[in-house]
């Protein structure tokens, strides 16, 4: 299986140069960025190119899975749709196609007749990605190819991908903002169970180099199945790129001696759920951009939680990190589960995990995939105890 998880990790690497060339290369970086004047006339295709960056990724990234591991493209799910109406009214399929002049063809159709950016849209999507990580050897697991499905988010954190911050300051460690917050997601899950099993989250813009202005990326996964847990994290290789073991170690702290724990969230967090966890957390509560980066954050050791209580997270958004942090002894669960076991005082390793195979009945569109019942992801089960109890016992104070 090894084999798998290294074209993942690939094709996570080739999304991010796909990534890093639309906001590095002119022609294409003219398209992407945010501030237009309110009279444009084009305002449509400049919103379309914003989504087709996006698409692109995600049809790479089945394209390439497919070419490597025949059928598995089938069972590759994402966010978008790659399904284009043009100005001219027509609808376009976007794909991957044969020939790099074919795929420009199709892309200028897309991109009313720009020749320049199809053309250097084409020339990154054909290009081949050459990617080590030795780490990558030691994997010798078998996991039935029949048996394995894929989630993707091709560019996670799509409005921080847009608006291009690259000057945010990070506090202890974690961006609240900003061009690091993105990141591509590819999660596998096994089809039958709905477990996940492998993941990797790449980050694209992880440093940038003062000299050359330009972007360099950091890569993650991790494998968990049937006993066995193997994760990047666990070794010290940089794998060619920045350090991607960027601080670990529990950032819990004590106060009054007492546990106080490091969380992240996000700003658009309930009232109440913030009142609590900034009894649990005092100075240690974090707020970032993006699922994924948050995720990130409890994998690197720079928080021990991210709870998010909302229903605006999507299994695209969690398998990847979901199946890393198992690797490491964690996973993410159902908040409201947990919240309910607390209260019944059950063990939180009996709360549902999330599964990625079901759709949330009677839900349309996207919300068939969301994780209704919010999230908590962590890597200590011993910590999650104590920290939920925690949690539960301010949030009854809160109402």
């Avoid at 639309?22 to 237009?36: A, P, S």
Wanted: aromatic fraction near 8%.
């Amino acid at each position: 299986m090894s084999e798998v998880l290294h074209e993942l990790l690939r094709v996570s690497e080739k999304a991010a140069c796909i990534a890093r060339a639309c906001r590095q290369e002119e022609t294409l970086f003219h398209l992407l960025i945010e501030e237009k004047k309110e009279d444009e006339k084009n305002k449509k295709f400049l919103t379309d190119f914003k989504t087709l960056a996006d698409v692109l990724v995600q049809e790479v990234i089945k394209h390439d899975l497919g070419k490597k591991f025949p059928g598995l493209e089938k069972n590759v799910s994402g966010e978008e749709s790659n399904e284009f109406t043009n100005e001219l009214g027509e609808k376009i399929i976007v794909k991957v196609c044969p020939t790099e002049e074919e795929t420009t063809n199709l892309l200028q159709k897309v991109l009313d007749n720009n020749e320049a950016a199809a053309k250097t849209l084409a020339q990154v999507v054909h290009q081949e990605v050459a990617l080590t990580d030795v780490s990558l050897d030691a994997i010798n697991v078998g996991i039935p190819q029949s048996n394995i499905a894929v989630w993707v988010d091709p560019i996670d954190s799509t409005y921080q991908y847009i608006k291009g911050s690259a000057d945010i300051e990070p506090n202890k460690g974690i961006y609240p903002k900003g061009l690091q917050c993105v990141t591509v997601l590819i999660g596998v899950y096994l089809q039958d169970t709905g477990l996940p099993v492998m993941g990797v989250i790449n980050q694209p813009f992880a440093v940038k180099d003062p000299i050359t202005l330009r972007w360099k990326g950091q890569w993650y996964w991790g494998l968990s199945y049937m006993g066995s847990n193997i994760c990047s994290m666990q070794f010290s290789s940089t794998n060619g790129l920045a350090d991607n073991r960027l601080g670990c170690g529990s950032p819990r702290h004590t106060m009054h001696g007492k546990n106080c724990y490091g969380v992240v969230t996000s700003s658009a967090e309930a009232k109440n759920v913030l009142g609590s966890l900034e009894k649990v957390c005092n100075e240690n509560l974090h707020f970032a951009a993006g699922a994924g980066y948050k995720c990130l954050c409890v994998i690197q050791g720079l928080v021990d939680f991210y709870v998010f209580s909302e229903d605006t997270t999507f299994k695209w958004d969690t398998c990847a990190p979901d199946a890393i942090l198992k690797s490491l002894g964690g996973g993410i669960l159902d908040l409201s589960e947990c919240l309910k076991s607390i209260k019944q005082n059950k063990k939180l390793s009996v709360s549902p995990q999330l599964l990625y195979n079901s759709e949330v009945q009677g839900a349309r569109g996207a919300d068939r995939w969301a994780n209704k019942g919010g999230l908590v992801a962590y890597k200590s089960e011993e910590d999650l105890e104590s920290f939920m109890d925690l949690f539960v016992k301010n949030m009854l104070l809160q109402n």
